[in-house]
């Protein structure tokens, strides 16, 4: 959509599609509160700037709407339908490497009590293996922290994937 419609998008519709970037609610709200934005740009910052804030609790109510890594989102939904976007590179991952990753799931969450999460868009399996193994190995304040910029990182792709400053012709 163009950054005019969702400048003028009534606020539970905002609040809607800002809930799929990540739905953490008082971020939604602080981001469909910061309207009208001026760019995309402007917009990303802003979603940047209040995700500077997120805790620990934020990060659990986002993850319980995001699938495990190799993992098909269920549902029809914005959300699942981004999650099975980002996570398409997992399509051709080789077996051993999707299996790989799925122990490390198991190993992440029994460590971690939260699903792994990281941006897989714009990232092989074999990437996103390397660094489950790596971040299993983190203290779990240093995981908080690496997880909740993943969440960060992953809301702004899907904010400038929802968002653009041109008009989309029809």
Do not use: C, K
Not at 87 to 101: G, H
Not at 110 to 115: A, D, H, I
């Amino acid at each position: 959509m163009e950054l005019a419609e969702f400048n003028a998008l009534d606020t539970a519709t905002a609040a809607e599609t800002v809930g799929v970037w990540a739905a953490i609610p008082g971020w939604v709200d602080a981001v469909v509160a910061g309207r009208p934005y001026g760019s995309v740009d402007e917009l990303a910052a802003t979603a940047a700037a209040e995700a500077a804030d997120w805790t620990r609790a934020d990060l659990d109510t986002a993850l319980a709407h995001h699938p495990r890594i190799g993992e098909r989102a269920m549902g029809s939904g914005a959300e699942a339908a981004a999650s099975r976007r980002e996570q398409s590179s997992m399509a051709t991952a080789a077996e051993a490497v999707a299996r790989a990753i799925a122990a490390g799931n198991a190993a992440y969450e029994q460590r971690f009590g939260r699903v792994f999460l990281i941006r897989a868009a714009g990232r092989t399996p074999d990437e996103m293996l390397t660094e489950l193994e790596r971040r299993l190995d983190n203290d779990d304040g240093a995981e908080t922290v690496e997880a909740l910029d993943q969440l960060a990182q992953i809301a702004v792709l899907r904010l400038r994937a929802t968002v653009t400053n041109e008009r989309i012709p029809a």
